[in-house]
């Protein structure tokens, strides 16, 4: 029963550091989003080679949100 009761909650713990870190990245996402928003709108001046590497890393972003999400489900 102990057995049990302990890996119930690891599996918990890490569900809870799974979504902490999904949830940081949504605001990384959020940040870059707003960038480009200020460099499409002409706020914000910024070099094709600036947009196109903020467009990676945010491409990169989604790719580590993607691989936690299926971890979670794993």
């Not at 870190?21 to 996402?29: A, G, P, S």
Request: net charge positive; no cysteine; hydrophobic share 45%.
């Amino acid at each position: 029963m102990f057995h049990s009761f302990f890996i119930y909650k690891i599996f918990i713990t890490m569900g809870m550091m799974y979504k902490q870190q999904v949830l940081n990245m949504t605001e990384v996402m959020k940040g870059k989003l707003r960038i480009i928003e200020g460099a499409a709108t002409g706020a914000m001046q910024l070099s094709h080679a600036e947009i196109l590497q903020i467009i990676k890393d945010t491409q990169k972003v989604n790719e580590r949100i993607a691989e936690l999400i299926n971890i979670e489900k794993e």
